[in-house]
């Protein structure tokens, strides 16, 4: 290829930065963020806000075209 060798050093640095990895490639050890008080009921109402009004419109169509 005709940059290889600045791809090689870009993924170099992407490991060194990322973390450490094993023999397989896989990433030995991650830190998880904490989450504050309020982050688990902010995302709870994002879903909602996202999934709701996409649910309530296939209730309706589902109402709408049941047999009856």
Same mark, same amino acid.
């Given at each position: +290829?005709?940059?290889?060798?600045?791809?090689?050093?870009?993924?170099?640095?992407?490991?060194?930065?990322?973390?450490?990895?094993?023999?397989?490639?896989?990433?030995?050890?991650?830190?998880?963020?904490?989450?504050?008080?309020?982050?688990?009921?902010? +995302?709870?109402?994002?879903?909602?806000?996202?999934?709701?009004?996409?649910?309530?419109?296939?209730?309706?169509?589902?109402?709408?075209?049941?047999?009856?």
């Amino acid at each position: +290829m005709f940059f290889q060798k600045k791809i090689d050093r870009a993924f170099d640095e992407l490991k060194k930065k990322s973390g450490k990895y094993d023999e397989k490639g896989n990433l030995i050890h991650t830190e998880q963020e904490e989450t504050e008080k309020g982050d688990v009921s902010a +995302m709870f109402l994002a879903a909602a806000k996202v999934f709701g009004p996409i649910f309530i419109v296939l209730i309706i169509i589902l109402i709408l075209t049941r047999p009856r």
